[in-house]
């Protein structure tokens, strides 16, 4: 009997892996695979497309915008990370129930802020974008309040998930000194999840870029918009130039992010 | 060497502040943005509106109450699973081929034993495929496939796919790379072909970290299918866009509770699997 479920325990993942590769084979399936699936044309198309990458172009005009457009990218993603690390400072310390004292207190508080978390960031931040472009129209906060609600989410769950893994000790040191519930978070809970919080907000910043790219759908400016606007009027080498500029903005910033991480963890 | 560390870190705390305040200030003063023309009349208005309409108050056939809207989400909400599915399918496959030659210790023969003199070379050249493929956003991939591609959740897949590709990838040969090396290199010495210790030594050892992160991934892409859809990509994001356009507001509230169910199940799925192979 304990062999058995031993050998069932290791076969768990060979289970899984097969259900799973059930599932994708199940999923091909669904899609008529004929000459239908390809516009007329289509296939010349890729081959400009695919020729195009070769060429970029590096015109000084193109070059310009491209810069300006990076920038803007690059503001909105800054700009939203800043109030959606605002955003999960509050909601993180309210759902990790630091603050509360009492168990049935802490039953009560935690599960609601999490769901409101999770609310935030089950929504893509596309989607918020539509959503506040269709309530307060074109502006930039749009794009920042859109970025700032899902991150904040994801960032706030995470800290949340943080401070609850704090070891208890250092803590009840503090208390026993007399620290009041504030003096045990500035003091005994924040030093200690500062490291990884901040380089998993670097890592989440490597994507607000990306995100606050592709904002540009909803009508909001950068480095998207203008992708948008090349592929409309069919010139794919400046497709293709600011790709390469949103590829190198976002190497940049994971360069960084990861030496930062490298000096923080150690 | 403790005091340079401090020294980055906060020089990078600073131009991180800086880069805030700049980031606020351009947004301000360069695009002209204002706060308080956002809260004016008129928006507030359209606010309302849009609001009310999602609610669907003031309207006579709000598409919540309406058979025929219920089972045309839901028919959108398979689409969506299944082009998730099939996203997740084709990213996995095209990392696992690729991903034994890209991780470090195999291109510098440490983790086999056997030194290849291209395998610098297509060590540099996968990375640089990964790199690539998932610095491009998802949305951007979808834009250029469905100039390709007629609409349907095919080019969503793809496009999907091609971003997770390079994700994955990188994961997976991150998880290699931490392999212990000494089973390996015990079935190396005893003649295994690369195959062989594809099979026997990294599968078995890889197989519960890749598992997880492709569930994770899976989680991600399920997220973001609906914004491969904006562009014609098939599935509840494609829908969203057409009602949007035509102001069916209660529609947009039913595809986004299908999206959210489909987010939350997805998440539920993904969270049981992993504690599974646990």
Same mark, same amino acid.
């Given at each position: 009997m304990e062999r058995n479920w031993m050998s069932f325990e290791l076969h768990k993942r060979k289970i899984l892996s097969l259900i799973l590769g059930l599932a994708f084979a199940a999923s091909l399936f669904s899609v008529e695979w004929n000459s239908e699936l390809i516009h007329n044309g289509g296939l010349t198309t890729a081959k400009q497309i695919g020729l195009a990458f070769f060429t970029p172009d590096l015109s000084g005009e193109i070059l310009i915008l491209a810069l300006e457009s990076s920038w803007t990218t690059l503001s909105y993603a800054a700009a939203g990370m800043s109030l959606a690390l605002i955003i999960a400072f509050f909601f993180g310390v309210a759902a990790s129930g @630091?603050? @509360? #004292?009492g168990e049935k207190n802490k039953r009560l508080i935690k599960p609601f802020f999490r769901s409101q978390l999770g609310f935030m960031r089950a929504i893509h931040e596309l989607v918020w974008a539509w959503l506040f472009v269709a309530s307060i129209?074109? #502006?930039?906060f749009a794009a920042i309040f859109a970025l700032a609600i899902p991150y904040g989410g994801i960032l706030g769950r995470i800290f949340a998930d943080m401070l609850e893994d704090v070891p208890q000790e250092p803590i009840r040191a503090l208390e026993a000194a007399g620290a009041s519930k504030l003096q045990a978070l500035w003091y005994g809970y924040l030093p200690m999840v500062r490291a990884s919080i901040t380089s998993y907000a670097m890592y989440r910043f490597e994507c607000a870029v990306r995100s606050s790219a592709i904002m540009s759908f909803v009508g909001i400016g950068g480095l998207g918009y203008q992708i948008q606007l090349s592929l409309d009027d069919l010139h794919y080498d400046e497709v293709w130039t600011f790709v390469f500029f949103l590829i190198i903005l976002v190497i940049l910033i994971d360069a960084w992010s990861n030496q930062l991480r490298k000096r923080l963890i150690q | 060497m403790k005091k340079r560390k401090l020294n980055f870190v906060t020089a990078s705390v600073y131009a991180l502040i800086l880069l805030a305040a700049g980031s606020w200030l351009s947004i301000f003063t360069?695009? *002209? !943005?204002n706060l308080s023309t956002l809260f004016s009349q008129s928006n507030l208005m359209y606010a309302s509106k849009f609001f009310n309409g999602l609610f669907g108050?003031?309207?006579? *056939?709000p598409a919540f109450f309406n058979a025929e809207s219920w089972g045309n989400a839901w028919a959108l909400t398979m689409e969506t699973l299944v082009m998730s599915i099939m996203a997740t399918g084709f990213a996995t496959i095209c990392a696992l081929l690729t991903v034994v030659p890209a991780a470090r210790n195999v291109a510098d023969g440490s983790l086999t034993l056997v030194k290849k003199w291209h395998g610098r070379i297509s060590f540099g050249f996968i990375r640089g495929g990964y790199i690539f493929s998932r610095a491009v956003p998802e949305l951007v991939w979808a834009m250029i496939i469905i100039f390709i591609f007629k609409p349907g959740i095919l080019p969503g897949a793809i496009a999907l796919a091609l971003h997770n590709f390079g994700i994955l990838g990188k994961l997976c040969a991150e998880v290699i790379e931490d392999l212990d090396s000494r089973p390996i290199r015990n079935l190396a010495s005893s003649g295994a072909g690369r195959v062989q210790i594809l099979l026997y030594g990294v599968l078995p050892a890889a197989l519960p970290r890749f598992l997880t992160y492709i569930l994770y991934r899976w989680e991600v892409i399920m997220r973001t299918t609906i914004v491969v859809g904006f562009?014609? !990509?098939?599935g509840l994001g494609q829908q969203f866009k057409l009602s949007m356009s035509f102001f069916h507001y209660t529609d947009i509230t039913l595809l986004l509770f299908f999206y959210l169910i489909l987010v939350f199940a997805a998440d539920f799925i993904s969270e049981k699997a992993r504690y599974f192979i646990k």
């Open positions: @630091v603050m @509360v #004292s129209g074109l #502006s930039p | 360069v695009e *002209n !943005a108050i003031g309207e006579e *056939n562009v014609g !990509a098939g």
